[in-house]
């Protein structure tokens, strides 16, 4: 039997401490995927920043990504076990889009991740279903909120962001992002950009190349849910150099 008593073999069981192990395994799967992914929300833009890891050269980049369009409008970011991220992407376009049928308009941020967040949840409750080893963050504009950014867990746990990382370095990030928000929380859009990029570099003690990170926007000018090219990128890494110096 193993040390914790058998209690991580089946997902609905607790053990005599209060705790699930096998949703505990799933935060585990998340960090031992070696990613780590920040995302910043500024006075009028977010900014989501993930490592892109490429683990074969004869596949093409460009068909790997943790970036993914919901609507036009709201963005998601997946760290963790990659083989579960289109389950979520479909659930979550599939919430998105039965939602504008119903109301004629599309869906708030906040809401979709209150949804997947419950679905989450719900695969902690049942023997035949295992938690995603995936922790979804969702951002995009709000019409009466201005910029959103949700978190949503395993356990099915959500909530919004001032600022957030998530992934292997998840402790540091958010250490260093506690002090920066601290100073100034009121950003433009081009200082989200650069904060959120500086931290996943400062975090992981490394100077990206563009085709090493992923960046995708959002502002209340062009609310459209983007992905940076590796030009831009390029220029926004450049930037960060000059300004260090």
């Known amino acids: 039997m193993s040390s914790t008593g058998g209690y991580d073999r089946h997902i609905t069981i607790f ?46 980049p460009s068909t790997v990504t943790s970036m993914f369009r919901i609507t036009n409008t709201i963005g998601c970011c997946l760290t963790g076990r990659r083989s579960d991220m289109l389950l979520i992407v479909q659930r979550l376009r599939h919430v998105a889009q039965e939602f504008e049928f119903k109301y004629g308009f599309v869906i708030p941020v906040s809401y979709l991740s209150q949804r997947i967040g419950d679905l989450s949840q719900l695969r902690t409750q049942y023997a035949f279903q295992r938690p995603a080893a995936l922790s979804i963050v969702l951002f995009g504009i709000d019409e009466e909120y201005g910029p959103q950014l949700f978190r949503c867990d395993p356990a099915g746990y959500q909530v919004g962001y001032k600022a957030l990382c998530t992934g292997q370095k998840e402790q540091e990030g958010t250490n260093s992002l506690e002090k920066k928000i601290k100073q100034k929380s009121d950003l433009t859009t081009k200082e989200t950009i650069e904060l959120a990029i500086s931290t996943l570099q400062r975090v992981l003690n490394t100077d990206f190349k563009p085709d090493e990170i992923e960046v995708s926007l959002v502002t209340t000018e062009n609310p459209k849910f983007k992905v940076l090219q590796d030009l831009e990128v390029e220029e926004i890494l450049n930037e960060i150099a000059e300004n260090e110096f």
Do not use: H, M, N, W
């Not at 949703?23 to 009028?44: H, M, N, P, Q, W």
């Open 15 to 60: 053990s005599p401490e209060g705790r699930l192990y096998q949703v505990e395994y799933a935060f585990k799967a998340i960090r031992l995927a070696g990613v780590t992914t920040i995302g910043v929300r500024g006075s009028d833009s977010v900014c989501v920043v993930t490592q892109k890891k490429v683990t074969d050269k004869l596949i093409v």
